[in-house]
């Protein structure tokens, strides 16, 4: 009796606003959920899948970045080239190892320290060379996680560009001004040929002479 007096007293606004606040709280549980599994399962090492291309001189960055996110300030992260995994940048325990790296590199690469905190492992390279070209690992590394990923950098140097353009323009002249030449020779004889074979007298010599005269100044 008691209990059918409660329903009653219960309006169906009543009972739409404790239907509403219990998906609140069942969405609010599956996002703790969710965020828990994310932060237990290993993060992935993403790299670019594009080639990065740069100049000679021109400063770049190769992206890397942690999937999800993870703050890796405190953790091996660690980049290198080649087949023998020649040191471009380590950082570990907190702070940049330039010990470890290989003297061509010296003081051309750096990491974002506040990038770090949010997973961001891009390397960025300062005066690009000729010979930086080459394949690059990002690697990351925890006491239970060692993954990588690779970046693939082509260099162009923009000047021997610019010189082969020039050159080729230059060809391509020379060639054209030969063909023009070949053409009014041609035309010369043409006119010499039927001055021979018409009849010989002074209208004709000064027409063929000033004919002759103009195909040598145009060449």
């Given at each position: 009796?008691?209990?059918?007096?409660?329903?009653?007293?219960?309006?169906?606004?009543?009972?739409?606003?404790?239907?509403?606040?219990?998906?609140?709280?069942?969405?609010?549980?599956?996002?703790?959920?969710?965020?828990?599994?994310?932060?237990?399962?290993?993060?992935?090492?993403?790299?670019?899948?594009?080639?990065?291309?740069?100049?000679?001189s021109e400063d770049v960055i190769l992206q890397c970045h942690l999937?999800?996110?993870l703050d890796a300030t405190n953790m091996t992260v660690e980049w290198?080239?080649?087949?023998?995994?020649?040191?471009?940048?380590?950082?570990?325990?907190?702070?940049?190892?330039?010990?470890?790296?290989?003297?061509?590199?010296?003081?051309?690469?750096?990491?974002?320290?506040?990038?770090?905190?949010?997973?961001?492992?891009?390397?960025?390279?300062?005066?690009?060379?000729?010979?930086?070209?080459?394949?690059?690992?990002?690697?990351?590394?925890?006491?239970?996680?060692?993954?990588?990923?690779?970046?693939n950098l082509t260099v162009e140097n923009k000047n021997n560009t610019?010189?082969?353009?020039?050159?080729?323009?230059?060809?391509?002249?020379?060639?054209?001004?030969?063909?023009?030449?070949?053409?009014?020779?041609?035309?010369?004889?043409?006119?010499?040929?039927?001055?021979?074979?018409?009849?010989?007298?002074?209208?004709?010599?000064?027409?063929?002479?000033?004919?002759?005269?103009?195909?040598?100044?145009?060449?």
């Amino acid at each position: 009796m008691f209990s059918s007096v409660i329903i009653h007293k219960i309006s169906p606004v009543s009972i739409l606003l404790l239907l509403n606040i219990m998906k609140e709280k069942v969405r609010f549980v599956v996002l703790l959920l969710s965020q828990a599994a994310m932060a237990s399962r290993d993060p992935e090492v993403v790299c670019s899948s594009d080639p990065v291309e740069a100049a000679v001189s021109e400063d770049v960055i190769l992206q890397c970045h942690l999937e999800p996110p993870l703050d890796a300030t405190n953790m091996t992260v660690e980049w290198s080239r080649g087949s023998h995994n020649q040191f471009v940048h380590l950082h570990q325990d907190g702070k940049d190892s330039p010990a470890e790296q290989k003297e061509h590199f010296e003081g051309r690469t750096s990491l974002s320290h506040e990038g770090l905190t949010k997973g961001n492992l891009s390397l960025k390279l300062s005066s690009v060379q000729l010979s930086d070209a080459g394949r690059y690992r990002c690697s990351f590394h925890t006491e239970k996680v060692h993954k990588s990923c690779y970046v693939n950098l082509t260099v162009e140097n923009k000047n021997n560009t610019e010189e082969q353009q020039a050159a080729f323009s230059y060809k391509t002249a020379r060639r054209l001004h030969k063909g023009v030449v070949a053409v009014i020779v041609i035309i010369c004889i043409i006119i010499v040929i039927f001055g021979l074979k018409c009849e010989i007298n002074g209208a004709v010599c000064e027409c063929l002479g000033a004919c002759v005269e103009m195909c040598l100044d145009l060449l």
